[in-house]
């Protein structure tokens, strides 16, 4: 199915966070594989078993989707962040002041973490800041916002357990665009 450019979303890897691509039709030849239907950063039945070498993720898993930017950087900042727990889904918009793109992508973590009541369950972070990501998963030494990143990793031991998913940014990927506009949306009431 096409979208409203002519495009179809093409994933290369059935996996959590799995890049999405958007190939026109032209571009595209149609092979005998079987076809797979799931939206990116959703489990597909071969992400459930594998993903990416870290082990399934529990239905129960808590799914947090978040974004934060600022217009210019520095400047107007704003979070955007979906909570999924299972049929339940709850979306933060906040102005946060003035501020960076960093000091937005950390704090919309931290406003996601602190809106999961049961913290025995897994988490699931996602967020398209490489820099937020390499911070909290890979003991980066942060050079600014180091409150921030004391409060987050301090935070993060509260938790048995939270993955975090790298997401490409501005893919079309649905909940990461919806995280976008959340922000976006905070940073023009905030004005």
Known sequence: MTDQDGRVEVVYKAATGAK????????LTPTDDPLLDFTAGESTPDSRTRNNGVGPIPDNAIHIWTDGGCV?????????VVIIDGAEQREISEYLGQGTNNIAELTAIVRGLES???RKRLVVVYSDSQYAIGLLTQNWKP????????????????????????????????????????ASAAISRGR
């Not at 999405?20 to 571009?27: K, L, M, S």
């Open 143 to 182: 050079k600014a916002n180091i409150e921030l990143v004391v409060q987050l990793r301090s935070m993060l031991k509260q938790f048995p357990e939270v993955r975090f998913v790298k997401v490409a940014a501005h893919t079309g990927i649905a909940l990461n665009e919806r995280v976008d506009q959340l």
């Open 72 to 80: 210019p950087n520095p400047g107007p900042a704003g979070i955007g």
């Open 116 to 118: 999961v009541p049961d």
């Open 20 to 27: 999405v691509y958007r190939a026109g039709v032209r571009n």
